[in-house]
Structures are given as structure tokens and as C-alpha cells.
């Protein structure tokens, strides 16, 4: 505190690139702090920055009342006047504390005049060495947080934007990036599983968010976020950027695939070629951005199913069924092109997917046909249809026996070979009379199972699950293992050790006796 502050204030904030006004308040808040711990957080203080002595003054504050109460806090009028103060009911007073070692002369001056009435004698001594620390501690925080405030105001409007930094470290796993005049982090979750960086690499990442709250860096990279594909063509193809081409929806497996949907709002220009590129010199761009990620570029279109069709290429699709009220399409592709239009555990569907937001089914053609073979036999098999009237319904959308048992009177009536009203009542209760009996050999057959499987001996169940024969079960018997149960509850390396038998095939064998278990408990419950 010797040094005039001024300049001390004045350097700092170039530094920290702070504003002054902001150090000014940190030092008064420091002060203030420091001298209620000291004296008393009770005490009524005030802490003011000085800008022509470069020193912080710091004041007591005393109230005037008719009856004082509080020691430190309040006066009388009467004692006001007698310590030769001209205070009236209702005023403060303001009294100088003088802290600082090298003012004693005047805190000493100030105690023989006003000791008794504010009690604080010797402040300049009780300020020591803890205060200083105290205040310390207050300037760092508040500096700190400044800082954290001039970042969020640097980076808040690049929220949703590319940022380009150098790798510095690394912190449980998420990688700290300097972006120029803060650090940023990219943590694990926003990190895409095949790429890996050094410090000193250079990096290009999506400004996923700005936390004010965060105790480390504030700023939130991703490189995994379908936000960051979808920048990345931006940047790469200036039809985007120029609103010219639009890019309507994105899905992204991070490392391993993404679909993007374009259109174009002009006539002329091709929104897939004008993101491929001149022999795909723009679409490879992102890809290497990407370390190889595959990138499908379809065409938008305002109609559902063909805009379904075009995210599930390269697949061909012969039919779309939609489900309007449950917003959901079933695809029907040739028999070799179904592994396709499915892809690798099940990416291309679940991309298009994402892409369209509709729920996607696929089958074949072949399982459909054998599907809508089974449905027609079962319509026809309702009493009073004829196999051509069943086959008409099938036509009009009614595809199932269930759907014709919640028909309307009114919209069978209208069908061809339908005799009226009366002929439209018969089809329905035909059908709900097909559904119980249905419903009814359902349930005499889990009876029967049920029946079936109570009676079997524990070695009939064992032969059940598969690869078990006679002398498999005579094997296990060694073991005490008389049936599945026994074979779940026995431990794997005590039948091992007893039988001989191979402890990887002992546990494909018991997982097919917890199947064999589950499939019994299912029976019995039904």
C-alpha cells in the first residue's frame, strides 16, 4: 500500500485486460472484507478508493439515535456533542479508519478524540498480517472472476461456431485448447472415438456452449456434434454460405458415418454437386477434416416417403407404406439389397432415421409377400368373405383381421360384393369371432406347453436345450446336475472340474438353460 495504486490499477488492467473500474471495486471490496473480519462483521463500514492519493480510505459508519443500543454502530446525540460533534437524531457519521502502519501519528490523534466513542484503538496494529491476507484472497477472486466474465462476453456470440486452437494438455481425459485469449475444453463425450491428438496439434471444433458456472475453462468444444458437420460444408461450400444451398437436416454416427440433406433454392444450382465439388473436392475436405468419416449427400424433398427414399441409398426401395398416425414408414427393398439398406448393425436405417424423423421398418420383398400371403388366408378364413372380397379388402387398406373387427359399418358398406350395411355387420363380427377363437387356441396351446413341460423328468429338459444327449446327461450327473435348474444354480467350475467338460462350453450350455427357464416361466404366466 505504500506505492501509489494508480498505476498499479492502470497496468494490471492492460494485462488482464480488465477494466480499471472493475480493479477499483475488487480493491474496495478487498478492504472492506478485511476490515470486518478484523473488527467486527457487526461494524457498519465503508471502503472508497482515493483516485488523487492512490490510497483506499475505509470509514466506520455510526447512526445517531435517541437511545443507543449497539456498542460501535450507534451514538446519542449527547455523546456526539460531547466528543465535540455537530450531529442531530437520524444522522451518520463518518469516522476515518486509519490502518495503514505508516498513518499511526494520525490514528493515534483519532484515538485520544474519538477512542471511547467508536472503540477501535490501534486499528493500524489489529490490521495485520491475516487482513492483508484476506484482502488478498478478495482481489484475486474478484480479478479471476472478471476475467471469466471478459471471456464469456469475448465468446458468447460464437456459440454455434467453428474455433480453431492448439492442443496444450491433458485433463482426465478431456483435451485443453487454447483459442487465442481463453483455454477451452473438449471434453470426452464430445470427442470422436477413432481420433487422437498431441499437445501442440492444432484443432477445428464446434463451440458447443459457453458455462459461466464451470470452476475450469468455460468454453465447450465438440468435434463429435452433427452442428460441427454441418459448419464444416459451410465453410467449405460458398452456396451455403450464401444461403443459396440449404442444409435441412443432418445425422451423424461420429467416426464411422453422416447423411446430410440438402436443397437449393435456386433452379439452377445442384445442391448435392455444388457440396461434392469439383471431382469431390469439397465433400473430401470435410472428410479429411473428419480423419475419414463417410459422408452421404442426399437430395431433400418435400414429400415424406421420397425424401425416405433418398436418405436410405444407396439402397433401391420398391414400396413405401406410411403410417401417418404413427408416423412411421415400412420399406420394402429387393431380397439382395436388404443388408444395404440396413448397413452395419443397422447405421444406413437408423441414419435415414434420424434424418427424416420418421420411424423406419424394412423387410423384403420376399417376407412381405409371405406376410400378406398369410394376412389374405386369414381374412379369407373369416365367415361369409369370399376370396375374392378378401382379396378387395386387402386391396382398400383393410390388411388384417384385426383392422376389419375395428372397421366402421359405414365404410364396409360402400365396398363392392359387400351386401349393404347388414353384409358390412357380418364381415365385423365374423372378424372379432376369428380373433377370440384365435385368441382362445393361443391360450390351450401355452396351456399345453406348460402341462407339457411340468411332466418332463429333469434329464428330458436337459436334452431339450440343445447339443445334450444321453450321455451328456449321464456326464452331468456327476456333478449333481439332474436338470436346467440345477445347471444354473451349480457353479460352472465345480461341473468343470467333476465332468471334464470345457468351462466355454458349460456356459453356452447354461445360457440356453436361463432361456429354456425364462421361455418355461413365460408359459406358466400366460
Known amino acids: 500500500m505504500e506505492a501509489n ?31 470486518k473480519r478484523t473488527f467486527g462483521m457487526n461494524r457498519e463500514m465503508e471502503a472508497k478508493y482515493n483516485a488523487e492519493t ?23 446525540a449527547e455523546q456526539a456533542r460531547e466528543a465535540g460533534l455537530e450531529a442531530e437524531l437520524g444522522d451518520e457519521l463518518l469516522f476515518q479508519i486509519f490502518y495503514r502502519p505508516e498513518d499511526a501519528d494520525r490514528a493515534s490523534e483519532q484515538d485520544e478524540k474519538f477512542g471511547t466513542l467508536i472503540d477501535l484503538k490501534n486499528a493500524h496494529k489489529q490490521f495485520g498480517r491475516i487482513a492483508a491476507q484476506t484482502a488478498k484472497q ?28 492448439i492442443v496444450r494438455r491433458f485433463e482426465r481425459g478431456a483435451l485443453v485448447v487454447d483459442v487465442g485469449k481463453a483455454e477451452a475444453v473438449l471434453p470426452m463425450r464430445e470427442q470422436v472415438p477413432r481420433e487422437s491428438f498431441r499437445v501442440g496439434d492444432s484443432m477445428k471444433a464446434l463451440c458447443l456452449d459457453i458455462d459461466r458456472n464451470a470452476r475450469g475453462p468455460q468454453i465447450i468444444l465438440s468435434r463429435a456434434h452433427k452442428g460441427f458437420l454441418e459448419k464444416l460444408f459451410e465453410q467449405e461450400v460458398p452456396e451455403i454460405f450464401e444461403k443459396i444451398v440449404r442444409i435441412e437436416s443432418s445425422a451423424r454416427e461420429p467416426g464411422a458415418r ?38 452421404d449427400i442426399v437430395p431433400y424433398d418435400d414429400d415424406p416417403a ?20 404413427g408416423h412411421r414408414m415400412e420399406l420394402i427393398v429387393p431380397d439382395e439389397r436388404l ?13 435415414a432415421s434420424q434424418l427424416s424423423g420418421w ?19 386369414q ?65 390351450d396351446d401355452v396351456k399345453r406347453e406348460s402341462d407339457r413341460r411340468q411332466q418332463m423328468s429333469g434329464a428330458d429338459k436337459l436334452m431339450e436345450l440343445g447339443g445334450v444327449d444321453e450321455e451328456v446327461v449321464q456326464i452331468l450327473s456327476q456333478a449333481q446336475v439332474h436338470s436346467p435348474e440345477d445347471l444354473v444354480k451349480t457353479p460352472i467350475e465345480t461341473v468343470a472340474s467333476v465332468t471334464g467338460i470345457d468351462m466355454g462350453d458349460l456356459a453356452k450350455l447354461r445360457q440356453r438353460a436361463l432361456s429354456w427357464l425364462a421361455q418355461a416361466q413365460e408359459s406358466v404366466a400366460g
Open 359 to 377: 420411424r423406419i421398418d424394412i423387410h423384403s420383398e420376399s417376407k412381405i409377400q409371405e406376410l400378406e400371403r398369410r394376412a389374405k388366408e
Open 54 to 76: 492512490g490510497i483506499v480510505d475505509l470509514f466506520l459508519i455510526v447512526n445517531v439515535v435517541e437511545d443507543a443500543a449497539i456498542e460501535g454502530r450507534e451514538m446519542t
Open 138 to 165: 478478495v482481489i484475486f477472486q474478484r480479478v479471476r472472476e472478471a476475467e471469466r466474465d471478459n471471456v464469456f462476453n469475448e465468446y458468447k456470440d460464437k456459440k454455434g461456431e467453428l474455433i480453431t486452437g
Open 5 to 35: 495504486l494508480n498505476m498499479v490499477l492502470e497496468q494490471v488492467g492492460r494485462d488482464k485486460n480488465i477494466d480499471k473500474s472493475v480493479l477499483v471495486s475488487a480493491l474496495e471490496q478487498a478492504i472492506l472484507t478485511a476490515a
Open 306 to 325: 421420397r425424401f425416405v427414399c433418398n436418405a436410405i441409398a444407396p439402397a433401391e426401395v420398391s414400396r413405401v407404406i406410411i403410417d401417418a398416425e
Open 339 to 351: 443388408s444395404l439398406a440396413i448397413g452395419k448393425k443397422g447405421q444406413n436405417v437408423r441414419l
Open 379 to 443: 381374412i379369407a378364413s373369416i365367415d361369409g368373405l369370399s376370396p375374392e372380397l378378401s382379396e378387395t379388402l386387402f386391396k382398400l387398406g383393410w390388411r388384417s383381421v384385426s383392422e376389419l373387427a375395428r372397421a366402421h359399418v359405414e365404410e364396409l358398406a360402400g365396398v363392392p360384393g359387400v351386401k349393404g350395411a347388414e353384409g358390412a355387420r357380418t364381415i365385423i363380427e365374423g372378424a372379432k369371432s376369428f380373433l377370440t377363437s384365435s385368441s382362445r387356441r393361443r391360450t
Open 258 to 295: 453422416s447423411k446430410i440433406a440438402v436443397s437449393s433454392r435456386d433452379r439452377d444450382v445442384d445442391p448435392v454437386g455444388a457440396c461434392v465439388g469439383m471431382k469431390g473436392s469439397r465433400v473430401q475436405a470435410v472428410v479429411q477434416e473428419l480423419r475419414g468419416e463417410k459422408i
